[in-house]
């Protein structure tokens, strides 16, 4: 079952702003992952943190993983135009779930 | 990063017949694949997972003798949607992964856009 859930569900913003996206998950963990997937098109890897860590940055991105609220969140930091997609977290127990993503859309 | 490849990119079919999907790592040994499936505007569901020269394993819903999954080599599983329908009509994404290790990083699929008229 689909144990991931992101919101918001979509997001709008003007290029060069932050964008937040956060995801939420049931049951405990090893890791978690965060893709985008442009449209009609396969998911991309992002980055991925581990339970034992609290925050992980690449890039414009950075990670944060509560794992005492089941919780993590994804910062687009100067987000442009090319940053429009959908992201999915994805976690793991024995095998990875998908959330229902975040659809990002940067206006240039 | 690694890359893995599905082939086709497309397929139209009649409703009836059988499509086979490939999918392929082609810089590294994927010891276990995943085959997804998304609806439109919907996440990513997991069909199945595969190891190689093993069964598949199946996620609770999905037919395995509608979704037959083959993973006879450590980098080639293929997907067989059979008797395909209009409802089977989907993007599928396949994944590998180099090891069986759930903290090793999962490598995509461009995706198979399957039509079923």
């Known amino acids: 079952s689909q144990q991931g859930e992101e919101d918001p569900q979509a997001l709008s913003i003007q290029e060069g702003e932050n964008a937040t996206m956060n995801c939420s998950y049931k049951t405990s963990i090893n890791n978690l992952q965060w893709y985008r997937q442009n449209s009609g098109r396969g998911l991309v890897h992002l980055i991925l943190i581990r339970s034992n860590e609290r925050e992980k940055h690449s890039g414009r991105l950075r990670v944060t993983l509560d794992t005492s609220k089941k919780s993590s969140s994804l910062l687009i930091t100067a987000s442009r135009a090319a940053d429009t997609a959908s992201y999915f977290c994805a976690t793991d127990g024995n095998q990875f779930y998908f959330g229902t993503g975040t659809s990002l859309t940067v206006i240039p | 990063g690694a890359v893995v490849s599905q082939h086709p990119s497309r397929v139209i079919c009649k409703s009836g017949t059988s499509v086979k999907i490939e999918c392929r790592s082609l810089?590294?040994?994927?010891?276990?694949m995943f085959w997804y499936r998304q609806f439109p505007k919907k996440s990513l569901m997991l069909m199945a997972t595969?190891?190689?020269?093993?069964?598949?394993?199946?996620e609770q819903g999905v037919e395995k003798d509608k979704f037959l999954i083959n993973h006879a080599s450590l980098t080639l599983s293929t997907l067989t949607v059979t008797s395909a329908h209009p409802e089977d009509s989907s993007f599928y994404i396949c994944?590998?992964?180099?090891?069986?290790?759930?903290?090793?990083?999962?490598?995509f699929g461009p995706g198979t856009r399957l039509l079923v008229l």
């Open positions: 994944s590998a992964r180099a090891g069986t290790s759930i903290s090793e990083t999962q490598y």
């Open positions: 595969s190891n190689e020269g093993s069964k598949a394993t199946y």
């Open positions: 810089d590294f040994q994927a010891t276990t």
